[in-house]
Nanobody
Framework: QVQLVESGGGLVQAGGFLRLSCAAS????????MAWFRQAPGKEREFVAA????????NYADSVKGRFTISRDNAKNTVYLQMNSLKPEDTAVHYC???????????????????WGQGTQVTVSS
């Protein structure tokens, strides 16, 4: 089992920035891909960004490319999401997710992830 705890959410004005963190604990010796998803009220959970187990390979949703950066520190069992140039449409609960992988690649579908954090609210005001 892996436990994930997010932090770093909050209220920010449009154009501002936030940095989310997700600390993993438990069975972290395996190779895990990690990702961020988000869910706005009345909408489905959507992919934001993912990183493979080594940290070398990343992928992003088109809506956040060039604004968000995902990274990980395996020594600290922590993944980060640096969010710049925030927009009101980024407002959502942001979730961290993890899954064991063979290839060094982060999947993009929610059903491909086994472990989830409790979520952290990001609110961007216009």
């Amino acid at each position: 089992q892996v436990q994930l705890v997010e932090s770093g959410g909050g209220l920010v004005q449009a154009g501002g920035f936030l940095r989310l963190s997700c600390a993993a604990s438990g069975r972290t010796s395996s190779n895990y891909a990690m990702a961020w998803f988000r869910q706005a009220p009345g909408k489905e959970r959507e992919f934001v960004a993912a990183v493979g187990w080594s940290g070398r390979n990343t992928n992003y949703a088109d809506s956040v490319k060039g604004r968000f950066t995902i990274s990980r520190d395996n020594a600290k069992n922590t993944v980060y999401l640096q969010m710049n140039s925030l927009k009101p449409e980024d407002t959502a609960v942001h979730y961290c997710a993890a899954t064991i992988v063979i290839s060094d690649y982060g999947p993009t579908k929610p059903y491909e992830y086994n472990y989830w954090g409790q979520g952290t609210q990001v609110t961007v005001s216009s």
